[in-house]
Every structure is written in C-alpha cells, then in structure tokens.
C-alpha cells in the first residue's frame, strides 16, 4: 500500500506507527524498497520525535529481509555516518539513538548480504566496518564509552556472519582490548574473542601480534572474498598467549557476558590443546553463584571436559540438589537444577557404578519437602524413581544392601508428598503427580528403543509392580473417584506396544482381587470404567465379571422401586454396554453361558422396558448370530473356534478336549489304529458344547450339576429348572409375582393346559427313576499293522486276508465318561474282535467306512472286522458334548491293552427324540395328539405366554416343570425341494402336521412321512404370521427383506407360500423344540420355539448345516 | 552450532490473548536460517525446508498461543500427562516444565503446521512473555520426537533424547528465562533492589539514588518492603484459586522502557547485561568526560559506574521460617529457614571487601550460594569469610538454606472442629518465643485463619491476649502489635472460640466443569444416594468441600483450600535463627580504607502454618 507513494511525501508519526503495526501483524507484506528509502529519510529528519526514530530503526531491522534490497545499502551506511558524526545533541543525536542506528545498521547488513559477489556488497560492507572501527579506536574515551561498547559488539556480529572478517587487524584489536579499561572492557574482551575463536576454526594464517596493516582504511581480507580459504598451520605460541589474556578478566564479565565468553574459548582451548583443568580451576566456583546461567556454564564445561573433572561429579550433583531447595530463587530454576541433574546423572551413562552410587547415596537429598512446589515435588519423586531403579539393579547383582533404603521405602516416602491424591478429586493435581510417579517408578529403565525381553521378566517380578498392584486394588475398593485415573493410567501402557503387557497385568490383577471383593450395589457404579476395560480385554476370562453383573442386575432388580426407576434405568443400560463390549472383543463361546443368561434374565425381569427390549436384542444377537457368522461380523477372526478358556477355566464351560492317556508307554497312541467311530456323522462338528450346570446367578455351586434346584434357590432357577420336593422359594416367588400381570384363561387355553399336563405326566423325572435314553450307534475296528507293531505280534504273513494271522482283542471293555451332563454312561462289552487286514489303498478306507457300500457287497469280511457299540446316554440337558472312551482289552499274547481312544461327539441331533406318548392314547390318535401338543407347546414356549407360570408335574409325581420359552427365527434361502428333502430324510420321523395344498402335496407324493396330520388349507398361519410378525422385532426383518417397504415384502412372501411343515422334537430330558417351517419356493423361514433357550444355539448351526450345506 | 544464547524472538501477549509487544532479532534468525539450509544440504532437502526458517507473524503467534491454551487447558497446561492430553501436545511429554518451556503449532496457509520450540513462557502481572531461543535443529527434533512418541513415555534416567538431557544440552533456554524474568521485572515495573535495613531510615534506595537522589529523578514507584522471600506463598491466605488466573486492571505496557531496556542489554538478542537498574541509569545518566575510568584495573561491566562520595558499608541478613507444624505423634514438625545477606557497599574505586561469617555450621547450613563477584570460600567451615567485590547498589551477598538453631519461635497448637455443617469450634494455643533470650526481639505476631471456600458470619471468643477482626473469608488475630515487641521472654496465647459460617453452597469452577465435567456427572448415581446414614459432621463436610476442588498449579505446593490452618506471620529482629552472623568489626576492605560497617538481622515469617491437628494435612517423609 505504502509503496505506491512517491518518496517525496514524507509520512508522519501516526502513518508510520500503523504502517509499523501492519508489517509486525503480517497484514500486509508486499512492500518495496521505497519505505526503507522514506524510513532513512525520516530518520534523518530533525523534526520526528526520537522514539519514533527507534521505533522505526527496530522496524526496518526486523523487516529487512522484504524492505532492503543491496543498492540501499551504501545510502544506509551514509545515513549511519552522518548520525554517528553529528555532534551530540539531545534532540537529535543522543548517544542512544547513534547506538540504535550502528546496531540496527549492522543487523540489516548481516540479513540483506548473503556473498560478496557483488562489488558494492563488498565496498559497503567495508566502509560499516571502518565507521564502527572509528569508533572502537578511542579506548577509555569517557562520554561515549557505551557507544563504543555497542560499536565492538556491532563489529562482532559482523565477524561471526563472516568469520575472519577482522582477522588481519586482530593485533589492534587486542591492543585496544589490553588498554580498555571502562566498563566497556567486556565487549571489547567479547570481540577480540570472538576473532580469536574464528582464526581458530578457521585456520586462518595470521600473527595477532602483527599490527602492520592499518587499522583504517579497512579493506575486506581475500579469504573473506574468496571462494575458497587455505588452512594453514596456527601460531599456537601467540594464541596460547591471547588465552592466557583472555583468561586473566573473568570478573569483568557480566553473567550473560561470561556465557557468551566461555561459549567462545571452549573450541579455542579445544584446538590449542589448553589444559582443561585450567579452565576448571578458573571457571568451577561459578557453580556456587545463585545466577542459575553461571551455574548451567560449569554443566557445560563439565559435559565438554568430563575427564578433567573426574572426582568432581558428587560435588556438582551435590550443588545442583541445593539449588532446588533454594526458596529464593523463582521455582523455574529449582525445576531447571532438578532437570539438569537428571540430564547429569543420564550423561553418566557409561560409568554406570559410579552414576549408580551416586544416586543411591544422596538418595536422602530427593525427598521432597513440604512447601516444594508440586512440580519440584514432581521432579524429586522421579529422582527417587530413578534411586530405586538404581537399588534394584543393585540388588541383582550384589545380594547385601543396607535395608533402610529399599525400593519400597524410597517409593512409600515419596508418595507421602502427594498421598492427598487419594482422598482429592481425580483432576486435582496432586492426583496426577502421584499417577506421573507410578508410571515413573514402574516402568523403571524400560526404555522403548530397546529389545528388553530380559528387562521386562526382571520387571515382571520386581518389588514395585508387586506394591502397585495391590495399591490399585486397594485404591479402587477405597477411592471410588478414582477409576477413572487409574483406567487412564492402564490406558497409558495398554495404547504403548512395548508395554501394554503391563496393562494387561494390571487389569488382570483388578480382575483378581477386585472383582470378588467388591460389593455390588449402586455404586458399583463407579466401577464401570474398568469393568469395560477388563471387558474388552481378551487375555481375561470374563467369567468373573459376568459373575458380577450378574449380581448387579439380580440387585438392581430386587431392589428396584417407585424412586430408583432413573438409576435402574441407567445402571442397566450400563451393563448392557458392558455385555456388548465382551460381545464384540471375545469369542462368543467364551461368554455365551453366563452371558446369555445375564441377558435372558435381564430381559424377563428388568423393571426398565429399554433395558429390557435391549438386553433382547443383545442375546437374539448371542444366540442366533452363529459362532462363525458372529466371528466375522464382529472380525475376531485370527481367533481359533476352539480356543480353551485360559487359566483356571470356568467349571461350567466344558469345552471338551482330547486328553492324553496316563497308561504305560505302549498304550499312549492306540488312539491312533482302533478306531471307535460313529456310525452316522454329525451333520454339524461341534466345536464347543455348554453343559447347563445350577442356573443360579447368585452362587456358582458346582455340586448342583443336575439343575435341581437348591434348597435356597435363586429367582432364575424357578424358570428353567425343574422345581424340586420344596416349596419354590417365597423369595423368587415374589419376583414374579411382583411381574406377573393377572390372567384370565379361556376354555383354549385349558384345553392346551390338559394335555401338556398329560404330556408331562409322562417324562420321567429323572431324579427319581430311570430317565430317558438316547442311544449312539458307533464301529469299533482297529488297524492290523501298526497293532502288531506296537504289541510285537510277527508281522502279517505273505497272506494277509487269512483270518489266523490277523491280530485280535478279546474281552473289550469300553467305558464312558463325559464331563457334559450325560448321566453315568454305562460300559460296553464285546468279546472278540478282528483287527483289520491292512489296506491297499486310501480309496479302500473310504470303501470300508461307507456303510451302505458294504452291504451292497454283502462283504462279510468287512463286518466281521468291526463290532457295533451303543452309547447309551442319559442326557440331564439336551446338549452337544464329548464323550471320552477308554478302552482295556486283551491282546492275543497275554498284554492288557489300556488307553483312550478318540472321543465321540455327541450332536444336538442325537437329542432329537419324538415325545412320550402316553399308554392310554390308541395309535390311531397319535398324530392328532401330537398335532394337539405341538400348538399347546408352541402357544406355551411363547415367551409371553399365559403359561409362562404354570407347572406341570412329572411322572413320578414328586417334580414339577415350568415353561419358559424362547422364540425365534431363522429364514433359510434355499428352495422348497431341497428344503422338504433334507426334511424327509433327516427330520422325518419329528414331523406332525403338514399345511398347506402345495406342500401337502409333494411331501404326501413321496410318501416318506406318515401318520401325520395333514390339512390342505393354508390355515390360521396368516393370523399366526401376522401376529409374530408384529411382535418380532427389527432383526427378523431385516434378515429377509432389502426392500423398503417391509409390509410388502411380507405379503409377496405370504402369496408365495406353500404351505407349513410342523415339526416337534423332544430333548431329554424334559424340553422341547418345536419348528415350524414356512416353505415357499425360495426360501423358508423356520420358527422356532422351545423351553429351553440354550439350544438354540445349536440349533442355529444344525439348520444351517442340514438346509445350507 | 549457535554460539551462546540467541533469542530469535520475543513476545509479550495481554491477556486476551493479544500480542502487545513483539521483538525478533534477525541476526540470530539468520543464524536459525543458515542452520537449516544446511541441514537440508545434508538430508537432500527436507520438508521443512520453507516453514522451518519462518517466524510467525504477531497474529499467527496470538491464535497459535489461544489454541495451545485451549489444547492444553490452561496458558501453563497440565504439564503431567492426564487423561486429556493428546498426543503432541506439551503434557503429553508428561514433565512439569513444559509449562514453562512450551511449545506451539503455527499454522501455515496451506494447513501445514508446523513446531515452534521452545517457547519460555513467563506470566508477569497479567502479561505472558514469550522468548524463543536459537537451539540446533536437532534439538527440536528431538522435542518433536518426545511430544509425538506414540507410546506411553520415557523413563526416568533415559540415556538420551530425554528432556532432561535437552535442557542441559541448551544453556540458551537458561539465559532466556533469565532475559524473560528481566523483562518480566520491566513491563510489572517491579525492580526490586533487596532490602537493606541501616538504623537511620527504615531502608535506602537502590543504584539509582546512590547517584541520581540529589538531582530528584528517583520519582520511580520502588516498593518500600521489597518482598525478599519467593511472592509466591504471600497470596496463599486468603485462598488464590490459581496463579494462571491473572490480576486484571494493571498498568499498561511501557513500551519505551522496554524498548531501550532490549536494545541495550541484548542488541542483537544475545544478551549482555540484564540488570536494568544499570541499564536505565546509563540510558538516563550517560557519562561525562568527568567520569574516569581507574587507573590500573579493569571495571567490570557489571559495574558501570564508581561510587563518588562518603564510604560506609551495610549488611542486612534477611530470613525467612517456614514451618509447618502439626502437633501429631506421628508426623514430624517441619521448620527450616532460607536467608540471604544483603549488602550495599558505598565505597570508592573498585575494593575487595572480606567478610567474615560466624556459624557456618555445616550441619545446620544446607545450602550456600553466591553473587558473582564473591569468591567463594571452602564449603563446610564453621567460620569463614567470603572476598567479594561489591557492585553499586543493594544487591544480594549470599543467600542460604538452613534448619533453625533455636526452637521454633512459635509452637502450639490450632484445632478445629466442626460441630454441625455450619459451626465450628476451634482452640489455639501457642507459645511464642519459648527459650529466646534478649536481644532476640518479636515485633509483632498476626495469625491468621483462612477459610477462602466459606464465608464467616460471626466469630466467638476472647483470646488471652491481642485482639480479633474478621473479613468475609478470614479471622485475624493481631497477637503482638507493632510497638509493643516481646523482647527476651516468653508469653502463651490461648483463643478458644467459635466461627460460623453461611450455609455451604457447591461452587462451580468453569474451568473444572468444562475438563472434568463429563466425570462429576458420572458420579450421579452415587450423588442421589441418601446420606441419613452419616456418622460424622466433619467426614461428611469434607467429603463435600473436596468434591469440587479446583486444581491447583504445580507451581503451587499443595491444594490449600484443602485444608484448615492457621498461618502465622511475625518479625524478629536482634539475631538469626539459623545462627548465622556477622562481625561488623572484622569487615576489611583492599586496598584499606575507612568506612563504617552496619548490620542489622530481621527474621520475618514465610509459610508459618498451623495444621488443624483434626483435620486432614499435607505432609512428607523424613529420609530415614
């Protein structure tokens, strides 16, 4: 803006003072040479008022680089000539004004000129530098000696920009330098310094005693010119003599004075060799000056000279400490004193004994004292952190150590300085001193650059992580407001790849001892924080945190009333967060027992309908989400299926897996040549199993393995449990009793009512009597070869066929074990069996195993090689397992044979049985009654049923069982044919109403199913369908529709509707699955209900693998 | 490799966030610009390469410095590494001095930022002096590397690449704190010269009266009892919420002074001489071809001028008590006394003057440091004597740390206890100066009980001895007055009484609520639970007024407003309590001249608190 104006109209003081402004706030950065034109003008104008002159000298130094181009600087040095020559005079060239000018001159030399290239640089450059050397050469004049000081420092700025500048009048330098003797002597002292110094680095030929070029006229020496400068040899006799006149002044210096002097010598006396013991004996007390910039000047001359002040780091540690506890001083320099201490003692890094030491024998001079600032307290704390670290390697290597001073004493003392941080709210800064400490003291030396598996075991054991751990503890029973503190101290290792271990640790540790101790009630609140934290972790086994939420929930359920529906509401939603935490980091077989009956109660029983319609969506989530899918929504998926609960694994959580025999050698792998093998395959492999033990919420009682219920039962166990002899506690009872809304029963209803108490009049109760059976029809066969191998039979004769030289096994004892609830599985005899002739090829084994291909060929000898065993289970839950079998035998030479071989797996399936039917119904109402039972079941198992709080006693008369059922969905896209033709061959028998023409037709067409009820008209499933499709929620929708608009969908689904298979199936020993199939062209959707929701799971993974395999 | 301290910058912001001064040196921003170019010639051209030699401009470095303050919390920051700390910021670093030396993003046009390390931060009245000093590039680097580590921090005793080895690698961040303090003096106009007492006149002037007083030109405002001890603690009673909180209504910025002081003492921003008594004598005095230099020795440069005129030379030792006494078995008292000898030598030419000090008991003396110009002498010896050539004016000798030789001039006891929510019951009883002997002399006694978080309706109770007033947040209790000292005996005070206060009302900090908000509503759940259940008055009153503390800075010692105490404030005159001592009669002056020696002794009270023996209290362990 200002550079359009043409130079002949002067600016006056306000124009200058904005145009000033604009430039320092970078408004406006465009400017020419013509305002640093004006600006020279104006300062040589008489009229202008002095302080604008500085201001406008200080504006044209600081904006050089955009006002200044090198043809301005001749009329600058002009300006600066005519100032400095005019007579003094307060209006106009005051001694402060001439400085500023010299000053401000010299700095815009030193930006503007970058070489010399340009002959007017070098001529301008010449002509400042004879000015100010005019001005230097009158020592001890007496009114302008500040002038002159300001002069020298001028012409020292100029040298350093171009070293060597005045190298070739050094000797007049000195000698006006040895004659000054007004307070100006420092900066005189400075500049020859500073020449000295660069003739050094330099190299630059020169005596300093050689006076015989001329002082003035001053000329640019050529190596300045020059591109290129020789080394040459120094005159160390002559510099060594400028040192030791150098090193006679000290006093004159100022603090800032000696800083800038010594910054100068120490690469002198490097180069020339100087004793640098002289130096210290020079320059060492300094360290006892209360001016913290002297002191820091020791520091520096010991980290350059560290040999020369060998024996003298106890001393400097020493002072440094003592000027922390200086009250005087302003707090920053204790903090500074603190810090170069610590820099101090880490430059002791290579005599690591004597740094060790040191440390831990001035350890008493780090405790904080009372009124130390909370930042020197912060500081001294890590001073101890780094005693102890000290100690403790200390420790390791030499076994005897005073005990007054452990690691747990230094840490204990230190904190005591900040123990406010406990009862303080957790912003307060107390608070965070004492969590700086923690990290401090335990991560000890750990630095991340290096490769410290070592260092992390040591640190695994060490003292202090033990202490810490039980304070975490210990602080969060006590101090509630400090969770959040803590969980964002575990955040701080867990977000930290060396050391998220120790985080882990740490959680562990809470969810050891914290866990179990704390009471659950409202406050538990507070905890939330690091229960999510343990819930997100993976190395944790969430049981016992479920254990806990579990109780909250029962708590917050019991204790609800008319004034905590607020806090019911929002602890609930917080738990549920915390169920979905787990839900999302951990595999869902981890958690899926404990997790889904937290979720199934909270959603049966929970006052709050959010908590409650959540906590639905939550375990249809968990349940019907199958493992797999569920992996890989949730992208867990470098995680094994079968990975087994780590540590001490929860008792209810049976995860079957092989064990190895403790039988004598020989016996250890027989597993691998007799083979017990189920006759028909699993559909699906079952990885995991869940064995229902006591679904108490409140104690985890192992003993009750048989879900009978306790004498104390818990409000859960009336639901699914079988109530015992005992009355159902008065304290369950209330729960639901509190819930359950009134209800009318109609004439349907009681119908339904008798003939499920007839259906159940005839299970037995298996407390009391035998109870129903499923029997698993497996081969036992075993491979010839590696058995006389192993058991030193002669090798098979060049006949191998021939039945005599085939090895057998006679008297075979086969027993069973299960740790899931399978009863006592009773053993299995057989008395002689073949082994097999060795094979010749893979293709064979597959013959072998193909059932249907041995009858075919009506082989005999393929029998004869196998011998049919039945598992007879008595299942207390219908539930998938591992059975373990061992086997004795007795080979033909006289050996008893012990060992286990391969488990059978037990599949859903093999729970699949049709219900009881009564002795008194003919067989020719079979299917009506079953046709009859399935609707009572089905309106039963609704979860909102009418029946919900019925029971009905078992054969026996001394049990009695209430229903509580479990919905849900599962559409099958695949198409009708394949649909009724897995139907008709895995699930026939279990069929007991088809609907529907369409479908009516093909199933009676291929004849399969029988003794059905079957009924051509698409019956009341419209009503049924719309109902449950109004009561089911968004997920069931979503499953089977991408269209907007969900109604429609629904009614193109129901126009394509062939009809509707019902199905039931009994599992042992008192449950039910009920499905009802909606086939339609393309896809089917399955209903399911049962009353006994943990099958569900299973259930899930055996349609997909029946329908979509 | 910068040489020395360099300054590239400085700046002085209001507080509003406004730069109201700014000065860059461009000398030593050429040297930052050669160093770059450089070390992009080694790496083959970097990216920083065009912002690293930039300054920012005033209003660049205004909103930069505004959202740093927003980032970090406050204009200091948090300086541990809390919760809220984000990676790359300065308490990420997780070290209290960064809040001190800070560090700023500048934000480029091009939504590049880039790192302005390190920045001295000073907070003088209610101005913020910022100070940029040259350092290597590799320096801040490694700064960069420390606020951006991705894990969870450095332990103690790194080898390098820790901060602490940064801050002792760069003697320019010393020397530019010290240029921050100096202007920092300037801009609060707060020169204090420390005081020296002579028998004549309460205090005398500084430098400048020494030469100036007779021509009338010493109207600058001086304070008359320069506070000898650290400011800090004498804002503790009546409850400072927090140093960052700046005084509002100040006087304004004088710009001129600031102007000459930094084109004197640091011309091309490496400083030369910082003391600015000096330096405004000269500006204003100049020289006269009267005054000669001296004939054969060298005057320093911290000495411009050379006393003219009648000699005598004066030592006053200063010391200030802190104690904190509890009371309890189980705590320890703690006292401990920090002194200086302050001196002012009138006399001619450049002498060396020896002092010989009496009671340098080592084991009582813990630490001993110096003027420059002292030489110092072997630590350790009971007797000794310090050589010092003494500048012009009031200046500090020596200053020290020590236990107290005598027992503590005040002992006894403060309880107070809360009898319901809004009444409490308190009982002192003291004895002051137990076991002093003549010529120790108390001056006066004040007591004072602060209760900054509540407000007093009325006071109860008739103390045995001085009398009672009482401010809106404050009991006073004048237990000796002025005039009326208590020389060489000692007297036991007892006030029983009671105080009562208007009904507690929960405070609210803004500042809390916007940091820490979002965890106090965590708390409602607990919140809404009945309390009927509750034992005790006090456990419950506490629980209450903790709930909302503020956080106190780390400059400051402890939270204050945590605690109930009883600060005690005194002055003693007639010896030391540290036992140190001059012997006026064995001052010698080289070369040997005539002058008289005074010396005069005052103890005055620092923090001298008085734990309520019933409540909670800060405290330490004793090394064992």
Partial sequence: MSGDRPPSKPLSAQEWESLIEDFQHGRDTSASSSVADLAISSVLRRDLPLPLKHSLLVFLEESADALFGPHLLGRLVEALRSVVQSPPDPAFATYALKEQMMVSTTAIFVTVVDGFEEERCARDVASLVELLLAIVNRPNHGPDRQTRAMACECLRQLERNWPCLLAEIVGHLWSLCQSERTHASQSYHLLFTQVIRDIVTCKVDVSILNTSVPLVPFNLPQWVLGPTREASALNYKELRRAMAFLLEW????????????????????????????????QFFSMIYSYDPVLCHMVLMLYSRFLDAFDGQERQIARRLVSVSWEAQGHPVFRILALHWLLGFFSGMSNRVVERKNMVIDMASSFYPTVFDPLAVKALKLDLLALCSLCLESQKSEHVSQADSLSVVNLFKDGLVSVSAFKWMPPWSTETAVAFHTFYKFLIGSL??????????????????????????????????????????FINRFLGCNKHCWLGERLLQTLDEHLLPKVSVDYKLVAYFAIFDKIAENVAIPPRGLLEVLSNLVVFLVKNHGPDTGLRSWSQGIKVLGICRTMMMHHHSSRLFLRLSRLLAFTCLYFPDLEVRDNARIYLRMLVCVPGKKL?????????????????????????????????????????AYVHLERVVPLLVKQSWSLALANLGFGNANADSVKGIIDSEPKSDDAVIGIASDGPISSESLNVERQLEPLRVMDAKISEMLGNLRRHFSSIPDFRHMPGIKVKILCSLRFESDPFSRTWGFSPPSDNPNAADALPAIYATVLRFSSSAPYGSIPLYRIPFLLGEPPKKSDSSVHKVNSDIHAIENGAHEDDSFRASVTIELEPLEPTPGMVDVFLETNSGNGHIIRGQLHGISVGIEDMFLKAIIPSDIPDTSVPLYYSDLFTSLWEACDGTSSFGRETFPLKGGKGVAAISGTRSVKLLEVSASSVIQSTERYLAPFVVKVTGEPLSDIVKDSGVMKDIIWKDSVPDISDDATLAGANFEGPLQLKYTDAEDDMETYANYTSRNMGCIHILIFLPPRYHLLLQMEVSDASTLVRIRTDHWPCLAYIDDYLEALYLA | ????????????????????????????????????????????????????????????????FAERKKREGSVRGFGIRVSQSAEGSDSW??????????????????????????????????????VLPLVELGHLDSYKELCKRSDCGSAVGGVDGSLSSLLLDLPSVTGAFMVAHAIGEIISGDMAEPEVIVNASPSVGGLLDSLTGSIGISSRAKPVAAPVASSTPSNTSVGAVSSDAMKIGSRPLDKDALRTFISSSMPFGTPLDLNASNIFTIKLNGFSSADLPPADVKQPAWKPYLYKGKQKILFTIHETVAAALYDRDEIPDSISVSGQVNCRAEL???????????????????????????????????????????PLGNFVLMRYQASCGLGPPIKGFYQLSMVSEDEGAFLFKLSLMEGYKAPLTMEFCTLTMPFPRRRIVAVDGTPSVGTISTTEHSVEWKIL??????????????????VKFAPWQTQRFPYTKSFFGSMAEEDSDADTEPTNNMVNVEEYLMEKMTKDLPPVDLEEPFCWQAYNYAKVSFRIAGASLSGISIDPKSVSIYPSVKAPVEFSIQVTAGDYILWNTLGRCPSIAMPR
Avoid at chain 1, 448 to 477: A, W, Y
Wanted: hydrophobic share 40%.
């Fill in chain 2, 1 to 64: 490799m910068p040489t020395g301290c360099g300054i590239r910058a400085l700046w002085i912001l209001n507080s509003h966030d406004a730069v109201v001064f700014s000065r860059r040196f461009p000398v030593v921003e050429k040297q930052w610009r050669v160093a770059c170019k450089s070390e992009n010639k080694c790496n083959g051209g970097s990216v920083d390469s065009v912002a690293l030699p930039y300054l920012p401009s005033d209003s660049e470095l205004a909103s930069s």
């Fill in chain 1, 250 to 281: 000290p006093q004159v210096f100022t603090p800032c004075g000696m800083m800038e002097f010594l910054h100068l010598i120490i690469p002198v006396a490097v180069a020339l060799e100087l004793q640098a013991s002289m130096l210290k004996v």
């Fill in chain 2, 481 to 498: 007055v002025s005039g009326r000292g208590l020389v060489g005996k000692s007297i036991e005070a007892t006030f029983p009484g009671t």
């Fill in chain 1, 447 to 488: 630095a991340h650059s290096e490769d410290d598996s070592i260092k992390s075991k040591m640190l695994m054991d060490s003292t202090i992580l033990r202490l810490l751990q039980g304070m975490i503890v210990e602080m969060t029973m006590e101090f509630q407001q400090l969770v959040p503190t803590i969980v964002s």
């Fill in chain 1, 631 to 671: 992996r890989e929504l949730l992208k867990l998926g470098e995680m094994l299926p079968t990975m087994a609960p780590s540590g001490e694994s929860d008792t209810f959580f049976n995860v079957q897996i092989p064990r190895l025999s403790h039988d004598p050698r020989k016996s250890r792998n027989i597993s």
């Fill in chain 2, 93 to 130: 670093v997780d070290d209290p001095v960064t809040r001190h030396v800070i560090s700023i993003y500048i934000n480029k046009e091009e939504g590049q930022n880039y790192l302005l390390w390190p920045l001295i931060l000073h907070m003088k009245s209610q101005f913020c002096i910022l």
């Fill in chain 2, 348 to 390: 001619e030419g450049l002498p060396d003057v020896s002092l010989p000090l009496i009671g340098l008991n080592s084991n009582r003396i813990e630490s001993l440091s110096f003027h420059p110009s002292a030489q110092v002498p072997e630590q350790g010896a009971d007797k000794q004597s310090v050589m010092f050539s003494p």
